[in-house]
């Protein structure tokens, strides 16, 4: 460890200071003042530049300490805001599913309920309300103290200090959508339908349910004050999916600043997801420094996010992934059993089979090329 020195310590050489003293004590008798000054001066200037060398030393050992605690700050951060972008995305799915469950009912005003099956019944009275689990306790903590100063980084302080706002604004979204189902939509349910209408309650009530006051479908599909409540609450879902896009973008341009400070590669489906083309994308990873990326090309992380795109029906787009990761790493077999797989959904059976037996070549025990392969025979 270097050393450190109080302001009213004297950094400097004790042999010098001694040489010092006794050159100026022989200065003084020979009436050498001119001389003698400037040993003097020479003495103070040694004294001055080695508390200067000692307060550089401090603010060094400080700054150190400083971006030490900034790497563990920002750490937890990119574990939350990482949770609360995995969390916002689920939320976005369940409510962009709860659209065409919105529409399907809308369908049915004015239908004949006779007509309906019991999927169809559970379907017109079934409602979902989904709370995204948003993470703020380190951010709260930082925001609370005096910590936020550690953080270099102003644009992604301002980020920081803004995203409270965001996380208010959503929930307060979710739960005015909550409260119109519960205070509004389910009471009027009720009022025509019994619960023991529904197959899963009819299972677990059988007796109670072969008793129970039949359910008025019709009346329900014919009162307008239910239409007009599948039309407001399909409204407020489509602003939340909006404001919550948005909000998501920020949460990743955040996580994106975060890694940057902490020198880790940006997630590679930011790249993906942006306004570039699928072709662009692979041109960019082409050129990325394997050692040291810009972006998450490892092999895992391509992997990863093509299943991710066929799971989406964004085919075209996983295979090209799934291609270049075998240029990337030729020597893997996973890589080659992911192209295969895609290859094969994609229906071209020549070359997935090619590339399942290329990562045979590479794991002769992979399971699932040889049941791939056996399968394509």
Not at 14 to 21: D, S
Not at 131 to 142: A, H, I
Request: charged share 30%.
């Amino acid at each position: 460890p270097l050393p450190t020195f109080s302001y009213f310590e004297k950094p400097t050489n004790p042999y010098m200071l001694r040489i010092f003293r006794k050159i100026r004590q022989r200065m003084l008798p020979d009436n050498k003042f001119s001389k003698y000054l400037l040993y003097a001066i020479g003495e103070i200037l040694l004294v001055v530049i080695g508390i200067l060398i000692a307060l550089e030393v401090s603010n060094w050992n400080e700054n150190k300490k400083s971006l030490a605690q900034e790497r563990v700050i920002l750490s937890s951060l990119l574990v939350d805001f990482e949770t609360n972008s995995s969390n916002l995305q689920n939320s976005l799915n369940v409510y962009k599913n709860a659209i065409p469950s919105i529409d399907r009912k809308l369908k049915y005003i004015g239908r004949n309920a006779e007509e309906f099956d019991q999927a169809t019944k559970d379907d017109i009275i079934g409602t979902l309300v989904w709370f995204p689990k948003l993470v703020n306790g380190t951010l709260n903590s930082l925001l609370n103290t005096d910590q936020l100063g550690l953080i270099q980084n102003d644009t992604l302080k301002y980020w920081l200090t803004t995203y409270p706002f965001d996380i208010d604004a959503n929930l307060a979204l979710v739960e005015e959508y909550r409260v119109m189902l519960e205070e509004k939509h389910r009471p009027l349910v009720d009022s025509y339908v019994s619960l023991l209408d529904l197959s899963s309650i009819k299972k677990e009530y059988p007796k109670a349910s072969s008793n129970a006051k039949s359910s008025d479908y019709n009346g329900l599909l014919n009162d307008t004050r239910f239409q007009n409540l599948l039309i407001r609450e399909k409204q407020l879902i489509n602003r939340y999916i909006g404001v919550t896009k948005e909000f998501l973008n920020r949460t990743n341009y955040i996580i994106d600043l975060i890694r940057v400070e902490l020198e880790l590669p940006i997630k590679l489906e930011r790249l993906v997801n942006s306004d570039k083309t699928i072709d662009e994308v692979v041109e960019i990873m082409k050129q990325q420094d394997i050692d040291d990326p810009v972006y998450d090309i490892s092999e895992n992380s391509i992997i990863d996010l093509g299943y991710k795109l066929m799971r989406e029906d964004q085919d075209n787009k996983a295979l090209k992934l799934f291609k270049l990761s075998t240029e990337l790493y030729p020597e893997a077999w996973n890589t080659h059993d992911s192209y295969g797989e895609c290859l094969l959904k994609m229906g071209d059976k020549e070359n997935a089979i090619k590339a399942y037996r290329k990562s045979l070549e590479l794991k002769p025990d992979n399971e699932y090329a040889i049941k791939a392969l056996s399968e394509l025979k």
